[in-house]
């Protein structure tokens, strides 16, 4: 027993019955298992459950869970864990969903196990790892529930019609909410800044569902057409701080991303253009802010650039950072990428992370 207590790690947890899984509750476990603390996952809200697993894995994943909880029962399901610091080891995410009536889920709890051992199978799970829990899942048993002796539920396939629907709904509600925001602007002697910021996210979210549906069911969508219209957006809304500064937009036309992504990185653009709007320039100062969206192998570059003053010292150097940046490197974590802040004719601060292994 006590060689095994050293092998093995645990937290118990509960997450929301939503699209995000995003975290309710973790113990002091959590710190151990993930190197996220309490803070990190319930407090921000940035990290959810599917953050935890490697990209590769985490369809995978989420179709287990969804199989639970269709017929509700629990679920054990051997994965790839991705770490604050960006390891990958295995894991065990044991669980079930939490019930206030026979067809009402009102969340998900359980524990996450983590072992203590490399990842050594192309898969991302150790066979080490199988021979712990007696079971080797294959995507064949995954694609064709009718083999093996446990019963699962086939999840149907999203109608075309209704997915149409449903983006439009989201895009109305977007508006509406946009539509609040200018009211409650317009009421104030001057407009906070905060507000103006909230109403530059909410156009992010709407360039987004815009996008998504061209062409309807694509899990990935047009990234020059999106970065395109984040920052004419952003020149529309900022049109009075901008003055004589050029915002620009520098991809391939044809170049595309995947659909999962697109918000937290549609949100780490704004949040740098807000950045570049706020502190590069003097008032009235002429100057450009660039973006630069590439693709090297499997690996996305962004670039957010300006000609201003630049960063801090404490900042290109990683010692200090305000809010803002602390949340784009949040961000960053839910797509596996890496920021990197550098002074060069101005700020640049470039953000690189994988290709969602299909």
Request: glycine share 8%.
């Amino acid at each position: 027993m006590n060689s095994l207590d050293t092998k093995i790690t645990g937290m118990a947890f509960r997450c929301r019955a939503d699209a995000a899984l995003g975290f309710e509750h973790v113990d002091e476990g959590s710190k151990r298992v993930t190197g996220y603390t309490h803070a990190d996952l319930v407090e921000t809200g940035m990290i959810c459950l599917p953050d935890l697993v490697a990209p590769a894995g985490r369809d995978a994943v989420r179709r287990q869970i969804q199989d639970a909880i269709n017929r509700q029962g629990s679920f054990a399901i051997p994965f790839s864990m991705l770490t604050k610091d960006r390891t990958q080891t295995d894991g065990l995410l044991i669980g079930q969903g939490m019930y206030s009536g026979p067809l009402t889920i009102t969340g998900i709890e359980g524990y996450i196990l983590r072992m203590q051992t490399p990842v050594q199978s192309s898969s991302g799970l150790s066979t080490e790892m199988y021979d712990r829990i007696g079971h080797v899942p294959s995507d064949d048993h995954i694609a064709n529930p009718e083999k093996g002796s446990e019963k699962r539920i086939r999840i149907p396939e999203p109608d075309p019609e209704a997915m149409s629907g449903l983006i439009s709904g989201v895009r109305n509600s977007l508006q509406l909410l946009e539509q609040v925001i200018r009211m409650k602007a317009a009421a104030a002697a001057t407009t906070p800044v905060e507000i103006r910021d909230l109403q530059a996210f909410t156009y992010t979210l709407d360039a987004h569902y815009q996008n998504v549906s061209i062409p309807l069911g694509s899990d990935r969508i047009p990234a020059c057409a999106y970065f395109r219209a984040i920052t004419s957006n952003f020149s529309e809304l900022f049109a009075d701080q901008l003055n004589q500064v050029t915002v620009t937009t520098h991809c391939e036309d044809d170049q595309t991303m995947e659909a999962d992504a697109s918000i937290p990185v549609g949100m780490m653009v704004t949040e740098l253009l807000i950045n570049c709007v706020r502190h590069a320039f003097i008032p009235g100062e002429a100057g450009r802010i660039e973006l630069w969206f590439t693709r090297e192998n499997d690996m996305y570059n962004l670039e957010v650039r300006d000609s201003g003053r630049g960063l801090p010292d404490e900042v290109s150097n990683g010692q200090q950072m305000g809010n803002g940046l602390t949340m784009v490197e949040t961000l960053a974590m839910q797509v596996s990428g890496t920021v990197h802040f550098s002074n060069d004719k101005g700020a640049k601060v470039r953000i690189s992370f994988p290709e969602i292994s299909p």
